[in-house]
């Protein structure tokens, strides 16, 4: 299971942009998607999580700011950030909680993570 993310990038504080994250490999299906960040020095935290039904969860530092969105059929998910803030710098990472064909159980991958920066 492979999960490939892109979008990060440089921007300025107040400005937006859009992580996208695609899972590939032998999934049978797809508990839960999210997105977790690691700012220097810091513990990687949970950004925002959406089940398989569309719940969705944020962190309290994000809330009214990301939002986060789903694909199915796709086996992706998608981040939309407005009005970045510089506190918001980190390496952003996609998380998925899959079950396999070839093996039973609930697995978790991470991507490659995707650098956003905010300048003030």
């Not at 299971?1 to 899972?23: D, E, I, K, T």
């Amino acid at each position: 299971v492979q999960l490939q993310a892109s979008g990060g990038g440089l921007v300025q504080a107040g400005g937006s942009l859009r992580l996208s994250c695609a899972a590939s490999g032998s999934i049978r299906s797809i508990n839960s998607m999210g997105w977790y960040r690691q700012a220097p020095g810091k513990l990687r935290e949970l950004v925002a999580v959406v089940s398989t039904g569309g719940t969705t969860a944020y962190a309290d530092s994000v809330k009214g700011r990301f939002t986060i969105s789903r694909d199915n059929a796709k086996n992706m998910v998608a981040l939309q950030m407005d009005s970045l803030k510089p506190e918001d710098t980190a390496v952003y990472y996609c998380q998925a909680v899959v079950q396999l064909y070839y093996r039973a159980g609930n697995f978790q991958y991470w991507g490659q993570g995707t650098q956003v920066t905010v300048s003030s």
